[in-house]
């Protein structure tokens, strides 16, 4: 069926320092998203976007996030600077439309934050 | 804010017994309910979509049960094999419908 990417599946980086976390989703999917998890906890939804921008965040998507996708390539989550607290997995989905309409996602990527 | 539990959050059973895996909601307006499957190294793969007005929900080899009253949502796998071990995750579509809520997932393991 349909698969999304995750590139890469595992990143380490310094405090501080700036990651971005590639999603390559569905090729005919419009909608997608981030999603974080914490280690043994529940996974949480950050951001989702729709024709270029950002349609709805929670109080998880700090100001130090971002996302885009330009034309044609990875749907993207940027974090600027990384704190210890941003390692997690990210995960990133994709979806034809909102609501139920399925919501395909990623193996993840995650991120150790030192 | 609402909340999606899950329980338990392991689980061991026996080829060929039952396992159950239970969530709680606590959103009363929740109308979209998700079961999802996610084997090592792998995405989430959805099992199957609930929609508030059916409360017996049959797969192949499982079988979702909601109870609005209690606002609880269960997966029922009736003869588990190897193959269905792997973390499964319950999720309750937000009230905007623009994303998911999820519970914090069981790891099912099946012993031959």
């Known amino acids: 069926g349909p698969k999304v990417l995750q590139i890469p599946s595992h990143q380490i980086i310094d405090m501080g320092q700036m990651v971005t976390l590639n999603c390559d989703p569905v090729s005919n999917h419009l909608y997608f998203y981030w999603y974080k998890q914490i280690l043994g906890q529940q996974m949480e939804f950050l951001v989702n976007?729709?024709?270029?921008?950002?349609?709805?965040k929670s109080k998880l998507f700090k100001d130090q996030f971002s996302v885009e996708r330009p034309d044609g390539s990875y749907f993207t989550l940027k974090i600027q600077p990384t704190a210890l607290e941003d390692s997690a997995v990210y995960f990133c989905?994709?979806?034809?439309?909102?609501?139920?309409?399925?919501?395909?996602f990623g193996p993840g990527t995650r991120l150790t934050v030192l | 804010g609402e909340q999606v539990e899950q329980r338990p959050p392991h689980l061991s059973v026996r080829e060929g017994d039952s396992a159950v895996i239970i969530c709680t909601y606590t959103?009363?307006?929740?109308?979209?309910f998700f079961w999802y499957k996610q084997e090592p190294g792998a995405g989430l793969q959805l099992l199957m979509k609930?929609?508030?007005?059916?409360e017996i929900n049959e797969g192949q080899g499982f079988t979702v049960l909601l109870n609005k009253k209690d606002k609880q949502l269960s997966l029922n796998l009736t003869a588990a094999h190897p193959g269905d071990s792997a973390v499964y995750f319950c999720a309750a579509l937000s009230d905007s419908g623009t994303y998911q809520r999820f519970g914090t997932g069981t790891k099912l393991q099946v012993v031959p």
């Open positions: 989905a994709s979806s034809t439309d909102w609501g139920s309409y399925e919501q395909y």
């Open positions: 959103d009363p307006n929740s109308y979209y």
């Open positions: 976007f729709y024709n270029g921008k950002v349609m709805e």
């Open positions: 609930v929609f508030s007005s059916t």
